[in-house]
């Protein structure tokens, strides 16, 4: 495997790994950008803004926006690439310990987004997230990540579970509580008094949390040329560090480079920092105020952008190749994958297709097509909720992989150069 496509692969995964939820990847990326001179700015705030300068804001720290505004003061729209920070996974309740005949503690959980459960068994976890903590005015936001195997979601014994390899239904109020600690006569308040302490406060002053569970093992290369990928959450960070990493190399004379990155499309985008929300557009017309520039420019402008929705594809599985639509065939290592659907699930028309193709062909990177199979449903995405709201040309696009919404995923090494190049030539046209 060549040295280029190994080195971005590596990156991901590292950037995957301190990723352990939303919040953590709006984090990470704030790192990325502040490290290349962007301004924070403030949604409760005034925007005056300068050509020439680079911006970013977040949304109740799990969705952000970043932007770039060109020195050149004819600007004739915006590049913008949407993918989403959230991954399928368990949610800690509120009063989560359970006792166990005094003999263990379990944690009560429920799921986040669509989870194919039996992944998720007899695996090391752990716990993060973020936790509200007493302030003396308002609470305070801090995160929290437990780096330490903590947990354990036992599967039943064979023996006792001879169904078990004929395929079962898991009822994740019964099968899938994780095995937290050895029991007692009192087990309330230990999860907050963890959470605390890697918070550096005590657990008397959390009054609220958003905490989950997630996957421990790090993600690795593999295969017989080391062609392949195994990672958690590659749906959807791998797309997130891909848009991110094009988006801070880049610069336009023309456009506005854009990058947004959107909690809760796992389970909808129906709030107040998904794609269903008004974030995007309020952010486009606010960076327009800013600029001093009026509605009819705004307008203007939203006719001359482009939006690439990044989120990912399925690959032809191995063992299944029947799932897939019979002449759209995207395999790991193939490309770019240009996403269809004739219900608009997808946003991709042959106009916003056809952009797609040319700036991959400019770009260097193979490209590939998705359509579901006419007789089984599929999920949904970005693309569709953000154009919505906002009137943008857009195409919906992925980077293949295999056991989409497992605890791990399958994906090829290239894909991630691949998506690189491909985005990086977008933003820079």
């Known amino acids: 495997m060549e040295k280029k496509y190994l080195e971005i692969a590596e990156e991901m995964l ?47 720290g799990g969705s952000l926006i970043a932007f770039r505004v060109p020195e050149n003061r004819e600007i004739r729209g915006f590049h913008a690439t949407a993918s989403h920070s959230d991954s399928p996974a368990f949610k800690i309740k509120e009063k989560p310990e359970i006792g166990v005949e005094k003999q263990y503690v379990t944690l009560n959980i429920e799921k986040y987004g669509g989870m194919i ?44 579970n ?43 002053d959390i009054l609220g949390h958003d905490l989950f569970l997630y996957v421990r093992e ?41 990058c947004a990155v959107f909690d809760h499309e796992e389970v909808g985008s129906k709030s107040h920092r998904g794609a269903d929300s008004t974030f995007l557009a309020d952010v486009l017309c606010r960076i327009c105020g800013g600029l001093g520039l009026d509605r009819q420019e705004y307008l203007r402008m939203l006719a001359g952008s482009f939006l690439i929705s990044a989120d990912n594809a399925h690959a032809v599985h191995p063992n299944y190749p029947e799932k897939s639509d019979p002449t759209n065939r995207p395999y790991l ?7 269809y659907h004739g219900s608009q699930k997808y946003t991709t028309d042959a106009a916003s297709a056809a952009r797609m193709k040319q700036i991959c062909s400019m770009a260097g990177v193979p490209f590939q ?33 295999l056991a989409m919404h497992s605890a791990v995923e399958t994906a090829g090494v290239r894909d991630t150069w691949y998506g690189w190049k491909a985005l990086e030539c977008f933003y820079e046209q």
């Not at 605390?196 to 657990?203: N, S």
């Not at 290592?333 to 996403?339: D, E, F």
Request: charged share 25%; aromatic share 8%.
């Open 333 to 339: 290592n193939g490309g770019v994958t240009i996403k």
């Open 218 to 258: 790090k993600g690795r290369v593999f295969g017989k040329e080391g062609e392949f990928i195994l990672s958690p959450r590659l749906d959807d960070l791998q797309n997130v560090f891909v848009c991110a990493k094009a988006f801070v190399g880049s610069s336009s004379r023309d456009y506005i480079n854009l």
């Open 117 to 160: 459960l039996s992944s998720w068994l007899d695996r090391p976890l752990s716990i993060a997230g973020r936790i509200a903590v007493r302030g003396e005015q308002e609470p305070k936001m801090r995160l929290v990540k437990v780096d330490r195997d903590l947990l354990v979601i036992p599967s039943l014994a064979v023996h006792m």
């Open 14 to 60: 590292a950037f995957i790994e301190e990723s352990p939820c939303s919040f953590y990847a709006v984090a990470n990326i704030r790192r990325m950008l502040e490290a290349e001179g962007f301004s924070a700015l403030e949604e409760s705030e005034r925007w005056e803004l300068e050509y020439g300068k680079d911006y970013y804001v977040t949304r109740d």
């Open 369 to 401: 097509t998705y359509a579901n199979r006419s007789d089984l449903a599929g999920g949904s995405t970005l693309g569709n909720l953000s154009a919505a709201r906002v009137p943008i040309a857009s195409v919906d696009i992925g980077l293949p992989q």
């Open 162 to 204: 001879r169904e078990v390899n004929q395929g079962i239904t898991y009822n994740p109020q019964k099968d899938m509580l994780p095995l937290y600690a050895k029991g007692g006569e009192e087990c309330g308040n230990w999860l907050l008094s963890e959470a605390g302490a890697c918070a550096g406060v005590r657990p008397e």
